[in-house]
């Protein structure tokens, strides 16, 4: 930041400077020259003086030297021409007898960035490179990397990248990583440091000689090495072992990365490893830094997601402390839901109830959220909670609930019956937007089950012309229509009042839009308004999924101890529900309009991924599905000739899951005939697949397969006919 | 990599830039505060800004937050969080090695000191070396200290519980002293080695124990200019994981444990003893973790009884047991209480002068202090609250009681230093010294 009289600064600095009585006095000139680094620092620009501070390089003192040189460094770039002048200085210091000087020097000679500095660097670089003191080889070979940065037209010089290569055999610790890492910028073009089989098997004999830091790098850099057989892996990986208990956490979290790297073929080393680096893991968790505690939650995060077991018996370590930042807090609450399981939901809950009274409003959202999310498993004990909270009559806590009933009653039709008895009574104390929608989406789509809705309408009806949001005001227009289409009698006089208003006096085009479509709509007739406005009240692909399927390990381990998983999303206080609304207004709110904008999202080519570049997602909705079967004409259908698998459809389901495909709905596993429905998203096409399990006697006929694809492309077809058989046929052997 | 490295005060002042890469110029920094400042509350140390302005484009900034400074790096790589989170952290702990204690002050007087620190530590961005050994004999500039170390000073009495035994413990200030002091023979010839403990209990309504977590470590912060080796004989019946027993009866227990890199543990099997030859400043020797099993009941007990009186008084009784044995102390004891939201005026009825406590109306909470608690002691305290609109859903408000003490001399899993003997042995008259001390992590009683 600039500061105001700077120039008086610098030029009382310049007059101090030159004063040669100060010259004189070592201390004093010292001194001055601390300030010049002082002012520096805090952002004042002393280039002017750089005149004076290279005649002040020129100095036995080396506390003095280091600060020139640092001097000399920041301003190289805007005074190219009066570095020269310091040049000779530090081509002499490199021949100094004392290897820290001539270390020192080179160093920052060759951080001097400016154009041409090349050509006096070049040889003090390679005779550093050959310099009987560790020390300065190690500036020399990062010298290199610098030198190569300067001059990034010119061809990489073939003799110095040999040089560095052999240098790799160097008795000194620190310059063999640091040839490493000089090669890994020289070599960028190319594909950085290549790590051949010897040089593999000579960095993992020396890993024990080395200090933590050059360790987890070492082992990142083995990261690009494949063994060529088995023996050598579980050789390499029989010498790695040690490190995945280290109390370094950057190591072991290294080592922990290679492991799974390495072992990507054996999923049950993978599992063990896993299990070992726990410990050290959950300590990091545990550690006084905060900044690290909150590394180790985030990494812990993603292990959840492939191996949600084995945390749960250490859900205690994931409770917040009182003193702990809320972005540990948040990511406390967020793997509590997810390491739950039958025998510590109980506590789990009994803790996650704590913090929804906390000061911090925040905290107690996200926790009210994380019930609702445990809820979707355990729904009686979380609904019991949820609905004693409500007696609080806290605002906040009120609105976070509401919310969090709606996605459950979304996610778990069961808990309907109980949110319709718990919500009556709650418009008294919301009072902010998001609470208020939440409630009035409830009252629309399940009015028929709470006896108060009509008349929580009209308190909102008749409070219309103070009401700031107008997603508020769509959201009742919504609720008002769908409640109409229930309970006519009641409603009727309302919403006439409700239309008129939003016609005529209302400001907000969004809303007056919306009010005009709703009454054109009742103008159709109540059926056809019907048709339109109710979509299902529950989401239909959820119904009967229980638990989450496991992400395999490949999925998250290539950004597994990097900054990707730390940046995430920054503490969002309700991350589930935000995203759910979304969902459900798009589904029973604007259904008709997102049926459009949906399709265009559908064709859009897909990152590639399973087997034949399967992908999941976008999600297809239930509507989508069955428009687009009803449009398309038959590309194949197949008598499998074998009868479908006796499992449970729950695992045929997740087993599709494994290879990308999306069941979206499917008949109970013991009526007849049986059906399901699959769909995936394969090389820019959409693939649509129905099963059908035609007779009584599974053993007489085989399942039909029928497929429908838009657009088509025969090759996928019949890969996507594979993958599918072979799936299958795995499961009939697994239950047989 | 790293690309620059800075510290920076909590209103943005710049106290150390260095730039390592140029891959970025200064004004990264006040990015970087920008975003760190943007919103209350502390941030998650990773922040990624940038992303419309072009220089600074996919930069990511790592920064920790210690001694009220913060202390970060920016870089355009990816690299390993853990790497850069403990580099930043050990810059702080050389920093505090180096120049006594943490604070802008210091920072502020040895700049120079902590460049020439960055400048070994880091080339081109990558780590060369932090440990002491190798760093001090490139380190060149003289510590500033604001003001002249004593040992005994009287004033410094806390931590560790010098005002008792005046004679045979060292004031916790002894350890905040530039190491660099050293250097002239102003008596550098100390030895510290403190066993501290974390305590991370939850205990529920019923009394009964939930969690009872204890994080310990040893540290050791030497002085000593040279010493070859140093033996840290541990309670022998010390046994580690569940499964394993040694001794008879009052086992010192402990579910896992790490040690430094340095520490030889050839005799640690057989004799428990650890060997190191200590560097200078201070280092982690051993790390150590008990989940879940307290070896002696939790440190304090809490009996309260929440009621509601006439009108909209709510009256708090609360009862605090500390169960230490009569010998120990707990120091700096804080309540803390959250209490109904409309609460707008306390009365209060302590046992003594010397507790106190307080409304705090931001956090909407009661806070109790006790500076003193002895071991065995029953205090109590009396509060009203004055609540309008008391209902009967606002009792579920109140509580759960966090509380924050220290023990000194104190050790929850009964680790003990038996002996330490440093071979050769040490000329002229070296002191060693052995502290304990249990800090409570999250102490939390529900109600």
């Known amino acids: 930041m600039p500061y105001f009289g700077s120039e008086e600064t610098v030029k009382e600095l310049k007059r101090a400077l030159s004063n040669p009585n100060i010259q004189s006095d070592r201390l004093r000139y010292r001194n001055y020259i601390f300030r010049v680094i002082r002012s520096m620092t805090q952002g004042l620009d002393v280039s002017a003086l750089f005149m004076e501070m290279v005649k002040a390089s020129a100095t036995v003192d080396i506390v003095q030297k280091k600060l020139v040189y640092l001097y000399m460094c920041t301003y190289a770039s805007l005074k190219p021409d009066l570095v020269l002048l310091a040049i000779n200085t530090l081509r002499k210091d490199c021949a100094d007898p004392n290897p820290m000087v001539r270390g020192l020097a080179l160093r920052n000679m060759c951080n001097l960035r400016m154009p041409g500095i090349t050509e006096y660097i070049q040889q003090p670089i390679m005779t550093g490179l050959r310099d009987k003191a560790p020390y300065v080889r190690r500036v020399a070979v990062l010298g290199c990397a610098k030198m190569q940065r300067l001059q990034t037209l010119t061809e990489i010089d073939a003799t110095i990248v040999n040089e560095l290569y052999g240098m790799l055999r160097d008795p000194d610790p620190v310059v063999m990583v640091n040839c490493l890492r000089a090669l890994e910028e020289i070599l960028q073009a190319e594909g950085g440091v290549v790590i051949n089989k010897p040089i593999a098997h000579h960095l993992l004999n020396r890993l024990k000689d080395l200090d933590s830091w050059a360790q987890s790098e070492v082992l990142t850099f083995l990261l690009r090495y494949r063994p060529r057989s088995e023996d050598e892996l579980f050789d390499i990986l029989s010498l790695l072992d040690g490190f995945l208990q280290s109390g370094h956490t950057p190591v072991l979290a290294a080592t922990l990365r290679l492991f799974l790297q390495l072992a990507a073929e054996h999923p049950a080393v993978q599992v063990d490893a896993l299990v070992r680096a726990r410990g050290p893991l959950l300590n990091a968790c545990g550690a006084q830094s905060r900044e690290l505690r909150f590394a180790g939650l985030c990494h812990v995060q993603k292990i959840l997601k492939s191996q949600p077991g084995q945390y749960g018996a250490h859900y205690k370590r994931f409770f917040c402390s009182y003193s702990e930042p809320s972005y540990i807090k948040f990511r406390k609450i967020e793997i509590l839901v997810e390491l739950v399981n039958d025998e510590n939901v109980g506590l789990v809950l009994e803790e996650l109830r704590g913090y929804c009274t906390d000061v911090s409003l925040e905290l107690a959202q996200a926790a009210i959220a994380a019930i609702g999310r445990i809820g979707r498993m355990y729904s009686e004990k979380c609904l019991d909670i949820l609905t004693g909270l409500l007696g609080l009559k806290q605002e906040h806590i009120t609105s976070a609930v509401v919310q969090t009933f709606r996605d459950l009653t979304w996610h778990c039709p069961q808990s309907t019956v109980l949110v319709c008895r718990a919500v009556e009574g709650c418009e008294e104390t919301i009072q902010d937007a998001e609470g208020k929608q939440a409630l009035l989406w409830l009252l629309g789509v399940h009015g028929g089950k709470i006896n108060s809705a009509p008349y929580v309408l009209e308190g909102y009806i008749n409070g219309l012309k103070s009401e700031m949001s107008s997603a508020v005001k769509v959201e009742l227009l919504t609720a008002a229509v769908q409640l109409f289409l229930v309970r006519p009698a009641e409603m009727q006089d309302m919403l006439g009042r409700l239309l008129q208003y939003c016609i005529e006096e209302e400001s907000d085009m969004c809303v007056r839009d919306r009010a005009i479509l709703s009454y054109r709509l009742l103008q159709c007739g109540v059926a056809e308004t019907r048709r339109v406005i109710q979509g299902p009240e529950s989401d239909p692909s959820m119904g009967v999924i229980i638990g989450r399927p496991e992400e395999p390990v490949s999925n998250w381990v290539s950004t597994f101890n990097t900054l990707t998983p730390l940046c995430g999303r920054v503490t969002s206080p309700e991350p589930t529900t935000s995203g759910c609304t979304n969902h459900t207004t798009q589904n029973v709110v604007a259904d008709p309009l997102a049926g459009t904008s949906e399709e265009t999202e559908v064709y859009t080519p897909e990152d590639k991924q399973g087997v034949i570049g399967m992908s999941l997602g976008p999600t297809l909705l239930h509507e989508d599905f069955e428009r687009l079967w009803l449009e398309l004409k038959l590309s194949l259908r197949e008598n499998l000739g074998f009868p479908g698998p006796r499992s449970s459809p729950e695992t045929l389901q997740a087993a599709l899951q494994l290879v990308k495909m999306q069941t979206l709905a499917f008949s109970r596993a013991d009526t007849l005939p049986w059906k399901a429905y699959i769909y995936t998203h394969c090389s820019g096409t959409l693939v649509l697949a129905e099963l059908l399990q035609p007779t009584a006697e599974p053993e007489s006929d085989g399942m039909v397969l029928s497929i429908k694809q838009k657009p088509e492309d025969r090759q996928v077809l019949q890969e996507f006919v594979a993958v599918l058989k072979t799936v299958l046929q795995t499961l009939i052997k697994g239950t047989s | ?447």
């Open chain 2, 1 to 447: 990599m790293i690309s620059q490295v800075f510290i920076l005060t909590t209103s943005g002042d710049h106290l150390i830039y260095k730039d390592f890469r140029g891959e970025a110029g200064v004004d990264a920094i006040r990015t970087f505060y920008e975003a760190v400042t943007a919103l209350s509350g502390d941030q998650p140390p990773v922040v990624m800004v940038g992303l419309g302005v072009q220089s600074h484009k996919g930069m990511h900034f790592v920064h920790v937050k210690q001694g009220g400074l913060y202390w970060a790096a920016s870089t355009k790589s990816n690299p390993s969080p853990f790497t850069v989170i403990e580099f930043l952290n050990r810059l702080a702990a050389l920093t505090k090695d180096y120049c006594g204690s943490l604070s802008e002050k210091s920072v502020r007087m040895n700049f120079a000191l902590i460049y020439e620190l960055l400048d070994e530590m880091v080339d081109y961005g990558y780590i060369q070396t932090t440990s002491t050994d190798m760093l001090k004999n490139f380190i060149q500039t003289e510590t500033m200290s604001s003001k002249p170390f004593s040992l005994f000073e009287l004033g410094n009495v806390g931590l560790f519980g010098a005002e008792t035994q005046q004679s045979k413990v060292a004031p916790s200030a002894a350890t905040s002293r530039p190491l660099m002091f050293t250097r002239g023979d102003q008596g550098g010839n100390e030895i510290f080695v403190d066993v501290i403990e974390r305590l991370s209990v939850i205990i529920g309504s019923n009394g009964v124990v939930m969690k009872a977590d204890i994080e310990g470590e040893i540290r050791v912060k030497c002085y000593l200019p040279g010493c070859s080796e140093m033996r840290i004989g541990l309670n022998e019946e010390l046994s580690i994981g569940k499964s394993q027993l040694r001794g008879y009866g009052m086992a010192v227990r402990m579910d896992e444990c790490s040690f430094h890199q340095a520490v030889k543990l050839d005799e640690f099997d057989a004799y428990r003893i650890l060997k190191i030859c200590p560097s200078q400043g201070e280092q982690t020797v051993m790390q150590y973790q008990l989940c879940d099993d307290l070896p002696c009941a939790p440190p304090f007990r809490l009996f309260p009884t929440v009621e509601r009186d006439i009108g909209n008084r709510l009256l708090i009784y609360l009862k605090l047991r500390c169960d230490l044995s009569p010998k120990s102390v707990a120091l700096n004891v804080s309540v803390t209480l959250p209490i109904p939201k409309g609460s707008v005026s306390l009365s209060q009825e302590l046992s003594s002068p010397d507790q106190s406590a307080e409304l705090q109306s931001k956090n909407k909470a009661l806070q109790w202090d006790i500076p003193r608690f002895p071991g065995g002691a029953q205090l109590s305290a009396l509060f009203k609250l004055e609540v309008p609109g008391l209902s009967s859903a606002s009792l579920q408000e109140v509580g759960p009681v966090s509380l924050c003490f220290e023990l000194p001399k104190h050790t929850c899993t009964g680790l003990q230093v038996r002996f330490l003997r440093l071979t050769p042995t040490q000329p002229g008259s070296s002191q060693r010294w052995v502290r304990y001390v249990t800090h409570s992590d999250s102490y939390t009683i529900r109600i």
